[in-house]
């Protein structure tokens, strides 16, 4: 190999990708010892979550009812002290103007871990009746147990219950990273945004996609494949994408919808309607309706 010109090739490869034209909406500057929120650092605190909210089944095994006020003290701390610290480097990442030596931050991020963590009982009686509704729909499921430990769905809707409420305190950037995780592990995609009722359940869940202005009430159950999609919106007057805007469908209370059903659009789905697997609805249901595919004769030929 010519090493002269292999020389100049890296060179000039060097100079073309640190050219500021290339980078421009690509490049991150960074504040004097700033960090982005690191995933794998998310990762390990809504496991401590986990283990906060289901003593047994996930952190220490150990754990008995003499013994859980010290273990869920211990995880409550460290949950606070590693929260913070992303909670700060998220405020730190949307704010390109915040110094790393801002307290008012700082103290923002511990305020918000605060509110976090003091919200966990009521995550926790929340979570409970998504795995009732779980163990209740399911007669494969042994006991609520199983579903705790073992159904994707179930850590699925766990990510998004924490996602959505550090969603609700306005943590940016860091609610979809938590939900982007159980994505990644499940198949699973529930944006933070949406809002979603008590006793939800999702039956084995590949492929399932819930927007960020779906409204979902209680008692809901879906199944694999079920897409809640946003409707296309026009651009702006000046060419720009619209955002911020309600654009996905609302489902009313005891509402099922069967596999690989698709709705679309800010479309209203009555209380008790029932939607079949493999079908598009694009508009309103009333409650208590049955929706399917047009029956087909089947002839012989």
């Known amino acids: 190999m010519d090493r002269q010109r292999h020389n100049d090739a890296l060179r000039d490869t060097v100079e073309r990708l640190s050219d500021e034209g290339s980078y421009t909406q690509l490049f991150h500057a960074y504040c004097e010892e700033e960090e982005l929120p690191s995933g794998k650092v998310l990762q390990s605190l809504v496991e401590l979550c986990r283990a906060i909210l289901f003593p047994g089944y996930y952190g220490q095994a150990r754990?008995?009812?003499?013994?859980?006020?010290?273990?869920?003290?211990?995880?409550?701390?460290?949950?606070?002290?590693?929260?913070?610290?992303?909670?700060?480097?998220?405020?730190?990442?949307?704010?390109?103007?915040?110094?790393?030596?801002?307290?008012?931050?700082?103290?923002?991020?511990?305020?918000?871990?605060?509110?976090?963590?003091?919200g966990l009982p009521?995550?926790?009686?929340?979570?409970?009746?998504?795995?009732?509704?779980?163990?209740?729909?399911?007669?494969?499921?042994?006991?609520?147990g199983e579903v705790i430990f073992c159904y994707p769905g179930f850590r699925a809707i766990c990510n998004y219950r924490i996602a959505h409420t550090l969603y609700q305190l306005k943590v940016?950037?860091?609610?979809?990273?938590?939900?982007?995780?159980?994505?990644?592990?499940?198949?699973?995609?529930?944006?933070?945004?949406?809002?979603?009722?008590?006793?939800?359940?999702?039956?084995h869940g590949t492929g399932t996609v819930i927007g960020e202005t779906s409204v979902i009430g209680n008692y809901v159950r879906?199944?694999?494949?079920?897409?809640?999609?946003?409707?296309k919106l026009p651009p702006d007057e000046k060419g720009n994408t619209i955002r911020g805007v309600a654009r996905h469908p609302i489902l009313g209370d005891h509402v099922t919808v069967y596999s690989n059903a698709t709705l679309i659009g800010k479309i209203h789905i009555g209380d008790g309607a029932t939607i079949c697997g493999n079908v598009w609805v694009a508009e309103d249901v009333p409650a208590g309706a049955t929706v399917s595919q047009p029956e087909r004769e089947n002839k012989l030929m």
């Open 63 to 118: 754990i008995t009812g003499q013994t859980i006020r010290f273990h869920t003290g211990v995880s409550v701390e460290q949950l606070f002290a590693g929260l913070s610290k992303q909670i700060y480097a998220g405020l730190c990442f949307a704010n390109a103007s915040q110094t790393i030596a801002s307290q008012a931050a700082k103290a923002k991020a511990e305020q918000i871990a605060e509110a976090f963590i003091c």
């Open 122 to 144: 009521a995550l926790r009686s929340l979570l409970a009746t998504d795995a009732e509704a779980m163990f209740d729909n399911d007669p494969a499921a042994q006991n609520p």
């Open 172 to 203: 940016p950037f860091i609610p979809r990273m938590i939900t982007e995780m159980a994505h990644s592990e499940t198949g699973i995609d529930i944006h933070p945004g949406a809002t979603i009722g008590h006793h939800f359940s999702i039956d």
């Open 222 to 231: 879906i199944f694999q494949g079920v897409s809640l999609a946003g409707a």
